[in-house]
Nanobody
Framework: QVQPVESGGGLVQPGGSLRLSCAAS????????MAWFRQAPGNQRELVAS???????NYADSVKGRFTISRDNAKNTVSLQMNSLKPEDTAVYYC????????WGLGTQVTVSS
């Protein structure tokens, strides 16, 4: 069972940027569609961005134009560049397939606060 490892979170002021990274140890990575999710306290986990194995991307309306998902198949990683961060972006961020078929990792905490 694949368990992704997320990193790159932290505390940032509103308007700031962070880049998240996720590593997944599977030789089938290049064949998979991938996604970033987030979960804020008291809320359900929501899909933030996804990328197909061919590189097509899709974003939640709340992050469109601010977040960019990308992948590096040679390194089995998927990244999320987050710009113009807002306090409402505060959450634990996770990566997985869009269907969430893997075990969920520990995630990485993103806190946007002045």
């Amino acid at each position: 069972q694949v368990q992704p490892v997320e990193s790159g979170g932290g505390l940032v002021q509103p308007g700031g940027s962070l880049r998240l990274s996720c590593a997944a140890s599977t030789r089938d990575f290049r064949l998979l569609n991938m996604a970033w999710f987030r979960q804020a306290p008291g809320n359900q986990r929501e899909l933030v961005a996804s990328i197909t194995r061919g590189g097509s991307t899709n974003y939640a309306d709340s992050v469109k134009g601010r977040f960019t998902i990308s992948r590096d198949n040679a390194k089995n990683t998927v990244s999320l560049q987050m710009n113009s961060l807002k306090p409402e972006d505060t959450a634990v961020y996770y990566c997985n397939t869009p269907q969430g078929v893997w075990s969920w990792g520990l995630g990485t905490q993103v806190t946007v606060s002045s």
